[in-house]
């Protein structure tokens, strides 16, 4: 099991956002402590006037999947992706919480898109549109499972969905409904996976595939 919420921490301390890893006998395996609390403390601190920010990665197995967690804004940051793929994470469990919006609060999100703009996107506000198009991206450019949970409470901006790791969505719920989701994960099945090939050299800071080529028109490149 994995549930999230706030762990506190001893005087002034604010608390972690956090998620506590439990087994099957319900000891706590672990915790992960979100380490990119949005906000900006020279605008709007949002969530860091609240938290404390985390320092590590929790790393955990279940039934020989290896598995990490993230959550909610840390989307925004490819590089904890990528660093879990370099510590062979298979599976991402990554809690979000894009719901309980009231009215004003929900006109005033899809008023930051653009009304004209609604008919060309998949959703109105901006977590709608860009929280799961980017599971799908981080789960296709780096070949694992992402469970994306989210808070079924209205108004939620998107039902709750597991990603395959070529990036096609494996499962979805209805948003602003209670429902459940159950997903078998197979990690010996194949997908497509077009970086296979040159993904582990671009971690490694090589960014071109195949082989460099010395040649004078290659390094002129302000002529035709």
Known sequence: MILGSSHPLTGKNKPHNSLYIIDDTGKILDRYDKRFCAGNPERDPEELEHFSPGSHFSIFSIRGIRCGTLICHEYRYPELYREYKKLNVQLIFHSFHAANMDPVRQK?????????????????????????????????????????????????????????PDGVIHGRLNKNTDEILITEIDTNMEYYDSSVAWRERAMNGIYHSGDMVKDQRSENRIEL
């Not at 899809?110 to 980017?134: C, R, S, W």
Request: contains cysteine.
């Open 108 to 164: 005033k999100m899809e008023d930051q898109v653009g009304k004209k703009y609604h008919p060309f996107n998949p959703g109105k506000t901006l977590p709608e549109i860009t929280m799961p198009a980017t599971m799908i991206s981080h789960a296709a450019n780096n070949y694992f499972w992402i469970s994306c949970s989210n808070a079924s409470a209205g108004e939620s901006c998107w039902g709750s969905m597991v990603v395959r």
